[in-house]
């Protein structure tokens, strides 16, 4: 009898065991400055993509509108198109811009003809996205007290840190005067591709958030001066 007591013992162990299994390995994330280089390598060679901007809170002034969103293309290395959402007089409307370098057009909100703009009131939101002096150079530059946020869901990292004040105010293509912000950015695990990017900032009128989302990287995009009147 207790010869049979511990073979039942020793089999239920044998049984325990098997049913268990090895604990799963632990995922190892990989460090916030090498999500960052890779992700930096990867934007360097984007020359195509589309954007979508949001802005709630304090209204951001262009033009003599509030600009409350925009939905575009960039097109390397200084070329982009977009639809601007604007408010004026309380009346919400839509803008059409082009830009090309240091030469802007927007749609006149009364007749809907081209206006060009040169120097100073040039608005290209493409200097975002310049790999020399947009946000791309954030990524291994000018931003500090990176961290990973974790845990990792899905197939996105959030990363969060600090941007440099001359940085902030390309990367609202001159709106916003240089101020350090907190900004909140997603890149894309598989393609190293920045999918988002997350901050608010302080003027005259209060704080303002800016929601830049990216998509649609390397798509055909082809962008020509409008035809003038």
Do not use: K
């Amino acid at each position: 009898m207790l010869r049979f007591g511990s073979l039942f013992m020793a089999a239920a162990l044998v049984a325990a065991g098997c049913s268990g299994g090895d604990p799963e390995p632990a995922t190892t994330l990989p460090s916030v400055d090498s999500v960052l280089a890779g992700a930096a390598a990867t934007m360097q060679s984007v020359d195509t993509l589309s954007y979508e901007i949001g802005l709630t809170g304090a209204p951001i002034t262009l033009l003599g509108v509030e600009l409350r969103g925009a939905r575009g293309q960039y097109a390397a290395p200084d070329s982009s198109q977009a639809v601007l959402t604007a408010a004026i007089g309380g009346l919400v409307i839509e803008l059409g811009t082009i830009a090309i370098g240091g030469t802007s057009w927007v749609t006149n909100p009364l007749t809907g003809d081209w206006d060009e703009y040169t120097g100073s009131r040039a608005f290209n939101p493409a200097i975002m996205f310049d790999p020399d002096l947009g946000w791309r150079p954030l990524l291994t530059e000018d931003i500090s007290d990176a961290r990973l946020i974790t845990p990792v869901e899905g197939g996105t990292y959030l990363v969060a840190g600090t941007a440099a004040g001359d940085r902030v105010e390309v990367l609202t293509a001159g709106l916003v005067d240089s101020q350090p912000v907190s900004l909140q950015l997603s890149i894309d695990r598989s393609t190293g591709h920045v999918t988002r990017m997350d901050f608010s900032t302080v003027g005259e009128a209060g704080e303002t958030r800016w929601l830049l989302d990216l998509s649609e990287f390397g798509a055909d995009v082809s962008i020509s001066p409008p035809q003038v009147s």
